[in-house]
């Protein structure tokens, strides 16, 4: 009951190389129809329901998943979409930053149903919230007594004021440009999009945290791999049997950020 087969791809990818955990913090580039983050809930617990993780742990974190895509995207339990977003649009960097900035700061008091509670969600590609920004400004001392749990919760108050280096563990993407057949076309165009979810890892995630995305074989995966290299201890190259051998998609996975 995954909303697409892809699902398998992340799901065989991830048993493999173990970069989902309970209490995470994921960006999910190019998440429609949402298959992907059907997994990525799962595993990281961002419906506080603990199904799929196999050693369940009381206080066990909540995640949080953010899906973006240029597509619209079926609701789903645990999820924030922004879908209608361009990702490789500074107005779509912007408003996953303005979320991560409120899901911080609601974390930090320890609550961990944010989805529900501070009411952020996204409607006609805007990020709406039944509490202000400015409500969400919480005394330096709250911020740091409290601290819910493992994963990627924050450990202490710092960088406040929507700062938000350094807080996601994981960056996903799946984005694929519509392809026209032609490698020489959909090669680099892929790539422009690879490396535009680098560059928003690069800026805000966590230092131990992972990347992985997809891209279509082709002369500059090498570059990509060795932009990789200077900002991830072990990078590696991934083809999920469900992946058609046929086609020449493969995933980069970039692990443990310096
Ligand atoms: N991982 C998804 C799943 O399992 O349901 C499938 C993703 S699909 C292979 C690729 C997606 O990338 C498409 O939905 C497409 O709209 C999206 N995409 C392509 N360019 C994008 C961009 N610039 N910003 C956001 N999404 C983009």
Redesign the pocket.
């Known amino acids: 009951n995954?909303?697409?087969r892809?699902?398998f791809?992340?799901i065989e990818i991830d048993d493999k190389v173990k970069i989902l955990k309970p209490g995470q913090i994921v960006l999910?580039?190019?998440?429609?129809?949402?298959?992907?983050?059907q997994v990525i809930v799962q595993r990281i617990n961002s419906d506080g329901k603990g199904t799929g993780i196999k050693k369940r742990r009381k206080g066990m974190g909540v995640g949080t998943v953010i899906g973006?895509?240029?597509?619209p995207i079926a609701p789903l339990e645990g999820a924030i979409f922004l879908d209608g977003?361009?990702?490789?649009?500074l107005e779509?960097v912007q408003k996953i930053k303005d979320i991560l900035a409120m899901n911080r700061k609601a974390r930090i008091i320890g609550d961990s149903s944010i989805n529900e509670e501070v009411g952020i969600g996204v409607r006609d590609g805007m990020v709406v919230g039944e509490v202000g920004r400015d409500e969400l400004k919480f005394g330096e001392e709250v911020a740091d007594k409290e601290d819910t749990g493992e994963g990627g919760n924050e450990k202490n108050g710092e960088s406040t004021n929507g700062d938000t280096n350094g807080l996601v563990d994981v960056v996903l993407s799946?984005?694929?440009?519509n392809a026209t057949g032609q490698r020489s076309t959909d090669h680099p165009r892929i790539v422009r999009?690879v490396e535009?979810a680098l560059v928003f890892a690069i800026k805000n995630g966590k230092s131990g945290g992972h990347f992985l995305a997809?891209v279509w074989d082709g002369s500059d995966v090498k570059r990509l791999e060795g932009f990789l290299e200077k900002y991830y201890e072990k990078v590696s190259r991934h083809k999920p049997p469900s992946s058609r051998s046929d086609s020449s998609e493969l995933f980069i996975l970039g692990k443990f950020k310096k």
Do not use: H, N, Q, V
């Open positions: 995954y909303r697409a892809s699902a791809k992340l999910e580039c190019g998440a429609a129809p949402g298959a992907w983050t973006i895509d240029l597509l977003c361009d990702f490789t649009s779509s799946d984005m694929a440009p999009l535009s997809k």
